[in-house]
Structures are given as C-alpha cells and as structure tokens.
C-alpha cells in the first residue's frame, strides 16, 4: 500500500456524469481524483458492440465539448471516441482499473479504500451508475453457463435457439441482432405487449417480425426454471 493521498473532492466513476463532475471541479479549483474500476467510460464500453444512442449527440455532450456524430443518433463506437477525447482535452485526474473497496465517513471527511491504496477526502460523489447490477429473475437455473445477464455482440447466437426476455430497447436491440445473424429467437415479455418507449424506428421492426413469425412471443409471461435443454415457462395458460 502506498502512502494515504488526501484530496478535497473523491469522484468513483469515470461515466459521463463522473467525467462532467471532474470538468466542473477543474473549472472551480478543486483538488480532485477519479476513480474508476474498469476502463474509461466503462458502462459504455460494455454496451452492446452495435448500439445506437436514443439520444441526439447533442444530448450527450459534456463540458460544452461538442459532439460531432455521422448521424443524428450516435453509436457506441462515437461515444467512446467522444468521451475519451472529452477526458484528454480537459486532462482530468483519473485513475483506472482501481476499485474502491471501502468509504468510511471520519470526522469532516472520508476514508476511501482502494485495491490498490487509501485516499482521504473532504467531500465524496458516487457517479458509479446501475449498468453493473444486473436484472435477475430469480429463478431455478438462472446460475446455468447459458444464462447472460448481458448482451454484446449477435454471433456467439447465430444458428442457435435463443430465449429474450424483456420488452424494452436492450431486449428488442438483441432479439432483432441475433434473428438476423440466423438465431431461431423466442422473447419472453410480462406484459401485454412490446415496450411504448423502445426506440421509434426499432419498434415497427420488431412487430413486423413478430407479426410474421418470425420471432415467437409469450405475453403476459415470465420463466418459472431453466434447465441444460428446456425452460418452463409460465403463460396465461399455465406452464
């Protein structure tokens, strides 16, 4: 462990809010540090490889940098480009690939513990995001090497069955991906029908496929277990 380096402000999380958040500390003088688990803007970088921004480039801009995109919604590609160029530009103090392992208050300040050392801080944000906290279904099976919480790229998928589940933009994005690299696709949806705020040039598409059979669709369903060959799944009708 190094020697404990004190700061007047402690950001965890190098996102667009975190980077903004060093932008502005910078303007003002504060004494700062970023730190960040992964790699720069680290949400983003595990978004799905082909993804597409509901956002205007405009939307997505920091510190009055503007963003210059091929196209009115920019892609992941884009904005990692954007934000990596964002944190140069304004030479932000950033650590990455260190996480924080502990944040105690003590007196008027913090303790913040590293995998790598201490730092102490008179004032702490937290701009760690929700990306990393994946949305489990609790379920029989989930823990199965088959089951991902996440989705990147649609070859892993191509000739295999796949089951989606979910009604919005993530799970529209990865049903229509893997349906076009020849994945057989069935989506599992609660409700009663495909997601109101699934981005407008996507959600024709997918009903189109789904109307023509293409991809299959369980509404107002959920999966009860997962097994190595089979998945039960609960429908208005029963199991």
Request: charged share 20%; with cysteine; aromatic share 10%.
């Amino acid at each position: 462990m190094q020697k404990t380096q004190h700061y007047q402000l402690i950001i965890i999380g190098a996102g667009p809010i975190g980077l903004t958040c060093g932008i502005e500390a910078k303007k003002a003088g504060i004494d700062f540090l970023i730190i960040e688990k992964g790699c720069l803007t680290n949400s983003i970088y595990n978004y799905p490889v082909n993804m597409t921004f509901f956002s205007t480039a405009e939307r997505l801009e920091i510190g009055g940098i503007p963003f210059i995109s091929n196209s009115p919604k920019p892609t992941r590609l884009e904005a990692l480009e954007y934000y990596r160029r964002a944190a140069a530009n304004q030479q932000l103090n950033i650590n990455l690939f260190e996480e924080v392992s502990g944040l105690q208050k003590e007196g008027e300040g913090f303790i913040i513990t590293t995998n790598k050392q201490n730092y102490t801080a008179a004032h702490i944000i937290i701009s760690t995001g929700f990306y990393d906290i994946p949305y489990l279904l609790n379920v029989p099976g989930e823990n199965l090497s088959k089951v991902s919480h996440y989705y990147k790229e649609p070859h892993l998928y191509a000739f295999q069955k796949v089951m989606v589940v979910g009604a919005q933009n993530s799970a529209i994005d990865a049903a229509l991906e893997t349906w076009r690299k020849g994945a057989e696709v069935t989506m599992i949806i609660r409700g009663s029908e495909v997601g109101q705020r699934v981005k407008y040039w996507v959600r024709p598409d997918i009903l189109n496929r789904i109307d023509e059979g293409s991809i299959k669709v369980y509404y107002n369903s959920a999966i009860k277990e997962i097994r190595e060959t089979e998945v039960d799944i609960e429908t208005e009708n029963g199991v």
